[in-house]
């Protein structure tokens, strides 16, 4: 099967995010580019009733998790672009339908991450402007205030793009091979969009250059990365942002983070990190050990420090993921619905516990460990595990031994301790 290839040099410079993505769909790439903009442009709009539900997140939700939310939700608005509801064929028998899925998320997107992205700091969701281009709009829609006429600096549109593009998918990564896992059983893309996101959320995929930044701000200064690397050696910590699964040697698109952390510098002024980024690149790659073991910077390494740069909270970061690797997901969802041989994901499980025993009873089974069932007790639980629920003796409820408990202890003498026999008063 064939899928979104990688992304080089000169694809990130002289290309767009809109322009990139055409390959989702098929057709003469002519005309193709203004079509496909124009149509991904004018569903920028999200439902009203989407609005009220993200309205209704907590003020401190965490965006992806109202991402993820959001989309998962979008499926209930469409009920005709689901296979579930109206033909497990209606993908393969109609191409416009399958397109106007891919028109709908790849331009709701941003619309859905902005607003995520607005609620976390309490001001208005702006509504998003589809004369302007498509990262243009996102940031228009991140931080407008009251203006008719704001309109994101260039410099920063253009970086947005580059960045964008090299995070757009383009190999069979955890957050992909989701989508197409979940693409299988038929369901509707919205749920596989969800799906992948939820992947995209763990700190092992899309939290990867969060930890970059965390490493770097550990070390703290040049001075320390020798001792780091050597640290690194020892196994007692861990180099974030090096290694992958498939550049074994130099991950092509560092170059092209490299040259947008310029320019974003130039504009916003040089995050002091980066000097500590560039001299542990500079150590680790020319150190025979990580040369050995073939761990070079990836993507992760210096996006971090770029968003950080541009004013994005680290939990944005996944977000800002999501919106580009949207056109790889969908790619591989398209293309894995017309192979003849698709079938539901479901690979075999191989058993490797004991075989041929006899049933044990429940009380004939050897205890447990302690901590088997353990979990930790809310504030509202040391309350309730001293006092009485109905009838039922406040013995029954025990706290484990602490300090609040051992104290009061002594104050519930057998002089001062009143047990009361009827209910308790109204």
Known sequence: MSSPSPTNHTTSSHSTTSSNSTSTTNGSPSNQFDTWNNKIMVHTFIHENLISLMKN????????????????????????????????????KNKQLLNKQIFRILGKMPTI???????????????????????ENFLYMLDRLSENDYKPHPVLTRALDKLFIVHADHELNCSTATMRQVGSSLVDPYSCVAGAAAALYGPLHGGANEAVLRMLEAIGSVDNIPNFIESVKQKKTRLMGFGHRVYKNYDPRVGVLREVSEEVFALL????????????????????????????????????????SMGFPTDMFPVLFSIPRCAGWLAHWAEMLHDPELRIFRPRQVYIGKHNQSYVGVDERPHPPTDAAASYKSDMSARRAVSEV??????VFKLPETTFTKTKKKVDSPATTTTSSSSPPP
């Open 390 to 395: 109905g009838n039922i003796p406040k013995t």
């Open 57 to 92: 997140f907590r003020y401190d939700a965490h965006p992806m998790g109202m991402l993820i939310s959001s989309i998962s939700a979008m499926s209930t608005f469409y009920p005709e672009a689901n296979p579930a509801l109206s033909g497990v064929d209606i993908y393969t």
């Open 269 to 308: 002024g040089r995050n002091p990190l980066m000097e500590i980024a560039i001299e542990l690149e500079k150590q680790a790659i020319s150190d025979p050990y990580f040369q050995q073991r073939q761990l070079y910077p990836n993507v992760d390494f210096y996006s971090g420090i770029i968003y950080k």
């Open 113 to 135: 991450a902005a607003c995520a992205y607005r609620h976390r700091i309490g001001r208005p969701y702006n509504n998003p402007i589809n004369t302007l281009s498509y990262t």
